[in-house]
């Protein structure tokens, strides 16, 4: 059964600073991967998707990262902003959606 | 963990004909639920938002009509897809938030793949 790990489970930056938030998947055998954003209470906005064949995605200040063989995805956003705190979910798909544990980001001003 | 659960797995149907999905947390109470679907090599995207006793929030260019949503109790919410259309086809997946706890949790189901013929 694919299970799918993210680390950290919390993180706090200052304002202005890089990050990276990380995922592994235990099996290789994936449709796409992809990262979302949760806000309390509200439902999942979905930031990027990186289909199995490609490598990585780009939007605004995200890179994502897929390295399949290793089981394992990034997503790096560059010049942090209080309005990106938020928990950040990566979820693998093959024959049903697979969520990470989530990693909670505090970015203070 | 908690544990939600999606009924059916899959389900393959006639165009015009109208499906019920059902969503349930198993052992915690939600009193909100989440509808999404994802179309073959696209992202997983919010479809509604179901509150338990209240209508649901539909998200722009979801038609409320076609998707009823109905979250009669805190354990239930159902997405009934109304003339079902070979462009339906898709794989919905529900998500049940923890009513208590503040830990904003969402528990996702196992998803629903759907198939319009």
């Known amino acids: 059964k694919q299970e799918v790990t993210q680390i950290p489970a919390a993180l706090s930056v200052p304002e202005g600073e890089n990050l990276v938030l990380n995922c592994s998947f235990t099996d290789s055998a994936i449709y796409n991967l992809q990262w979302f954003r949760q806000d309390p209470g509200k439902g999942l906005t979905s930031l990027l998707l990186i289909q199995s064949s490609q490598r990585e995605q780009t939007s605004g200040r995200l890179n994502a990262s897929l390295d399949k063989s290793s089981g394992r995805s990034t997503l790096y956003i560059a010049a942090s902003q209080p309005g990106d705190s938020a928990t950040y979910l990566c979820a693998a798909t093959g024959n049903q959606f697979y969520f990470g544990t989530g990693t909670s980001l505090t970015v203070i001003p | 963990g908690a544990v939600v659960s999606q009924h059916p797995s899959r389900v393959i149907c006639k165009s015009g004909t109208s499906v019920k999905i059902e969503c349930r947390s198993l052992?915690?109470?939600?009193?909100?639920m989440f509808w999404y679907r994802q179309f073959p090599k696209q992202s997983l995207m919010l479809m509604a938002t179901?509150?338990?006793?209240?209508?649901?929030?539909?998200e722009q260019g979801v038609e409320k009509d076609k998707f009823l949503i109905n979250h009669a109790s805190l354990t239930l919410s159902t997405l009934t897809v109304t003339s079902a259309h070979p462009e339906d086809s898709s794989f919905y997946i529900c998500s049940a938030e923890e009513a208590q706890g503040g830990t904003d949790t969402q528990y996702f189901g196992p998803g629903t793949r759907l198939t319009v013929l």
């Open positions: 052992d915690f109470q939600a009193t909100t």
């Open positions: 179901s509150n338990e006793g209240s209508k649901a929030t539909y």
